[in-house]
Each structure stands twice: as C-alpha cells, then as structure tokens.
C-alpha cells in the first residue's frame, strides 16, 4: 500500500520559517509529480506548490517567493521550505503524489496531513 508520512509541522511565529518533509513508499517515486496542498479551517484545499518529475515547479502567487519546493528522488522524499511565514498560512499541509502518463498505471495518492500554525 502505497504512504506518504508528512513531517516537519508545527507552531511557529509570523516571520519564521519551517520545512515539510514527505516520505513516499512503494510507489515509482522518481515518475511521479508530487505536490503539497493546505486546507485552512472553513476553506477549501489549495495548491500550495508542485514539482514535476524533470523538477519543474510551480507555485501559486500567494506563497511565489516564500515557498519553495524540491525533491529528493535517491531518498523519495519531497520538501517544502516555508520562510517569512504569516498567520494565513495556517492551516494543515497534505502531501500528493500523481502521475497520469502511460507507461504505468495512473495514481493519485494523498499524506494524512500536518498541522502548521502561525501565531505569536
């Protein structure tokens, strides 16, 4: 069965900066793109970033220039490097791993989150 294990989460002040990592096993983590997403209390999930397998990213307009994302293929780990951090990136983080090529069965798999909370 195929897990993504998030960590790294946690409290933090506005201003700070925090790392996500996410484990993948079983899976061909090499060919899959792999993103986080959030989910704010009464909100819906939003992208957060993503990193294609040829490592080209992507990230919203809300966290371009604090947020970055990379990817560990020898590991099958992926990271999220938050810095300057505000109260609004509070919310909990998911890990995801898609792939939808045709050389193997597609897959769409989700972490069971991380709590990341941004407060004085």
């Known amino acids: 069965q195929v897990q993504l294990v998030e960590s790294g989460g946690g409290l933090v002040q506005p201003g700070g900066s925090l790392r996500l990592s996410c484990a993948a096993s079983?899976?061909?983590?090499?060919?899959?793109?792999m993103g986080w997403y959030r989910q704010a209390p009464g909100k819906q999930r939003e992208l957060v970033a993503t990193?294609?397998?040829?490592?080209?990213?992507n990230y919203p307009d809300s966290v371009k220039g604090r947020f970055a994302i990379s990817r560990d293929n020898a590991k099958n780990t992926v990271y999220l490097q938050m810095n300057d951090l505000k109260p609004e990136d509070t919310a909990v983080y998911y890990c995801?791993?898609?792939?939808?090529?045709?050389?193997?069965?597609?897959?769409?798999?989700w972490g069971q989150g991380i709590q990341v909370t941004v407060s004085s």
């Open positions: 990193i294609t397998s040829g490592s080209s990213t």
């Open positions: 995801n791993a898609r792939y939808s090529g045709s050389l193997f069965s597609p897959g769409d798999y």
């Open positions: 079983r899976i061909i983590f090499s060919i899959y793109t």
